[in-house]
Nanobody
Framework: QVRLIESGGGLVQAGGSLRLSCTASGRPASSYALGWFRQASGTEEREFVAAISWSGANTYYSDSVKGRFTISRDHAKNTVALEMNSLKPEDTGDYYC??????????????WGQGTPVTVSS
């Protein structure tokens, strides 16, 4: 099992930027694709945001964030980062780091982080 700890959430105005980071420990992170889901307040569904393959060579983004968010990973530090630019109020929610057995929204999730809140004010 891989353990995931997120950091970097906070409050930002619309149009601003935030950087989320997630550190993986336990089972080697290179066994998994790493990614991010988010959950808006008052909803039960967690929405796929972005993911990156174990090699870092392949990425996958949801249409709602494509062109605004960038995902990257650092194998030496066992971290994955999500750079979020041009933020919109609809990006508000709790962001969860995940380890997946494959790349993309349909891949099974092996582990979830505890989540970090992101609030974008209008």
């Amino acid at each position: 099992q891989v353990r995931l700890i997120e950091s970097g959430g906070g409050l930002v105005q619309a149009g601003g930027s935030l950087r989320l980071s997630c550190t993986a420990s336990g089972r080697p992170a290179s066994s998994y694709a790493l990614g991010w889901f988010r959950q808006a307040s008052g909803t039960e569904e967690r929405e796929f945001v972005a993911a990156i393959s174990w090699s870092g060579a392949n990425t996958y983004y949801s249409d709602s964030v494509k062109g605004r968010f960038t995902i990257s990973r650092d194998h030496a530090k066992n971290t994955v980062a999500l750079e979020m630019n041009s933020l919109k109020p609809e990006d508000t929610g709790d962001y969860y780091c995940v380890a997946q057995y494959g790349l993309g929204p349909g891949a099974e999730v092996a582990s979830w982080g505890q989540g970090t809140p992101v609030t974008v004010s209008s």
